[in-house]
């Protein structure tokens, strides 16, 4: 539900509970990913890529500065 839209208008309380960890060096296994993010909505794990997700003014960002993030541990 992240940056999710109704009737133009963005849900406040939604909002509040998507968060976009960014600028990370994110560890998937016996890979890391450098410059990656990783979205959660919810308390869950959504997404998970490198660069720049799109609309990353509807998260709560958090820069972690190229430090080390392991999602799901």
Request: one cysteine or more; aromatic letters at 8%.
């Amino acid at each position: 539900m992240c940056g999710k839209k109704f009737s133009g208008t963005t849900v406040d309380a939604m909002m509040k509970k998507c968060i976009l960890f960014k600028n990370a060096n994110i560890v998937q296994g016996t890979t890391i990913l450098p410059h990656g993010y990783v979205i959660l909505d919810q308390e869950k794990i959504r997404q998970v890529g490198t660069g720049v997700p799109a609309n990353e003014q509807d998260y709560t960002v958090i820069d972690v500065a190229g430090n080390f993030l392991c999602p799901g541990f």
